[in-house]
């Protein structure tokens, strides 16, 4: 199963996040690398040309889906597999606390 997400931060393009049969990968967009005075979106992912690639979901956007309550009560309102963190991630962290998010390929 190939999904993938656009990654924003602070509504500005910075990325995309793939998932594959290999794992992750989050490759930075051209045009956020160029401009000196955007940040990097995390610490663990600074900028640069080459993707990162992980065979598991990446800590800094695991660290974005909800947490307690609130992700028992995301995961009944779109029926969705608790285990499926990236699953997760496409759908509820489009409006997530902080300055980065996420919007899955079907919105």
Do not use: H
């Amino acid at each position: 199963m190939n999904r993938k997400g656009k990654v924003f931060f602070r509504e500005i393009f910075a990325g995309e996040i793939f998932e594959n049969e290999n794992g992750y990968i989050f490759q930075y967009d051209t045009s956020y690398l160029n401009n000196e005075t955007y940040p990097p979106i995390s610490f663990t992912l600074l900028k640069r040309k080459e993707a990162y690639q992980s065979k598991t979901l990446f800590p800094f956007f695991d660290g974005l889906i909800p947490e307690g309550w609130l992700l028992s009560l995301t995961q009944n309102i779109w029926k969705l597999n608790k285990k499926d963190r990236f699953g997760i991630l496409l759908t509820v962290c489009e409006d997530c606390i902080g300055a980065v998010s996420v919007v899955g390929q079907s919105r």
